[in-house]
């Protein structure tokens, strides 16, 4: 079965410092979501995409965060100032239409020093 | 603002039993509610999705149920096994913009223990 894969899986960096988390999501869907998860907390909605652009994005998701579409395969998530909050698991997600189940991948592990 | 609420943070029942988890929402009915289960440190994995103008389905030993006069939706493991052990979420389309656009928002989720 297609799945959506992420890497890295986990990522150490230092606060200030710049990270991109990659996603190839399934090849077939349209729409891509990125979500993060602080430890032991909810499962927080980022921002969804479609037709190259985004479509939904959160108050989480402020002007340090950015998504790409950079060709017919990657997804990517850039944030571009890392602070010590944004520790977290970073889930990407896809989903064939805008209202069909979501499939995550098994995310990557941010973790900021 | 419409907010989702999973009331039990943790249910613990035997094996065999069947294991009732609560999903409330607060404000306007969505069109449609769906159920994942999170394993951890893994992504979430979609289970069942129920629309409004259904009132139950079923997969297997799971069954969704959706009262939109409630505005509940009831998610049942019948003849429960440890292996059901998990945390499992609820989650609702909150987008307002209109057609096209999605914003799956998750509930906090309950922490099932199946006790052998």
């Known amino acids: 079965e297609p799945e959506v894969t992420q890497t890295p899986s986990h990522q150490v960096t230092q606060m200030g410092q710049e990270v991109i988390l990659r996603c190839v999501p399934i090849?077939?869907?349209?729409?891509f979501y990125w979500y993060r998860q602080i430890l032991g907390q909810k499962v927080e909605f980022l921002v969804s995409?479609?037709?190259?652009?985004?479509?939904?994005k959160s108050e989480i998701f402020d002007d340090q965060f950015s998504v790409e579409r950079p060709d017919g395969s990657n997804f990517t998530l850039k944030i571009r100032s890392t602070k010590l909050e944004d520790s977290a698991m970073y889930f990407c997600a896809s989903s064939r239409t805008g209202n069909s189940p979501l499939h995550f991948g098994n995310g990557t592990r941010l973790t900021v020093t | 603002s419409q907010k989702i609420e999973q009331n039990s943070e943790a249910l613990n029942i035997q094996e065999g039993k069947t294991a009732t988890l609560t999903c409330n929402y607060t404000?306007?009915?969505?069109?449609?509610l769906q159920w994942y289960r999170q394993d951890p440190g893994r992504g979430p994995v979609f289970l069942l999705l129920?629309?409004?103008?259904?009132k139950e389905k079923r997969k297997e030993r799971l069954k969704v149920t959706f009262d939109t006069t409630l505005k509940q939706s009831l998610f049942h493991i019948t003849a429960s096994q440890p292996a059901d052990s998990a945390t499992y979420l609820c989650a609702l389309d909150m987008s307002m913009t209109g057609a096209g656009s999605y914003q799956l928002t998750f509930g906090k989720g309950t922490k099932l223990s199946v006790i052998p």
């Open positions: 090849s077939n869907h349209l729409y």
């Open positions: 404000n306007y009915s969505p069109a449609y």
């Open positions: 995409f479609y037709n190259n652009e985004i479509s939904e």
């Open positions: 129920i629309r409004e103008n259904e």
